[in-house]
């Protein structure tokens, strides 16, 4: 079965396990939220709204909340926590002028094909609509993605980049190609405790990279990866990851 073009190839997702190694996602989620300043009556799309954690934390704000989401055991999650959920693939259309904002947090990074997703929102925004979101930006998680193909290279197999990790200057370009006006755009360097260190943030994460391969194999390129890894782990802080995030607000003239 070919892979649908927004997952990353090898990617499996658990609602469970993204609780417990990256739960800090939705908790780091707040500067983001004040730069989408929700209104009470605005309609709003999360895209890419995972379990439904910080998706709920937008529902405070009296605005209708939907969320988009193709996993389904995250959907499923997201429903439990109070939140209606498109459950469909973000390269696929999901209205025409429909929204007032389109939001995201740590989603646009899975998208295989960035530019009809930044489409795919501009259609569905309201004339004068805004899209927030934040994701992965340039140099993330690069010693990380760097440890685990010089492990695999090391065994015998071809390195891979599963994630757009976009600079400021490429992700601008591609919002006025789509025909946003973005009014701010930054890289900002996060480096984030991992509550389970760095075997429990592959244990969610690394599938792209070795998902293929037998158990064996990915056993060997983890403790081979995790080796090349050491810089990250701090003696007192434990390990930390080398997050850097792109956060951005677009405007749809009208
Ligand atoms: C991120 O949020 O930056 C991220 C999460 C999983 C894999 C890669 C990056």
Redesign the pocket.
Known sequence: MSTPPFLAAGQIWSAHDYAAN?GF?PALGADVLALLAPQKGEDILDLGCGDGVLTARLLQSGANITGLEPDPDLSAAAIRAGITVLQQDAHDPFGINVYDAVFSN?AL??MRTPQTVVKNVHTALRPGGRFVAE??GFG??AA??TAMNAALEAAGFPATS??D?PSPSLQKQRLKHAGFEVTSIALIPRPTPLPTGISG?LR??AGPFIGSLSLEMQANILSDAERRMAALHDPIEGWI?D???LRFCARKPG
């Open positions: 990256a996602v740590a990074h899975w994701q992965g993330n998680v990380i993605v599963p994630w990790f943030w969610t994460f990851a997050y850097v995030r």
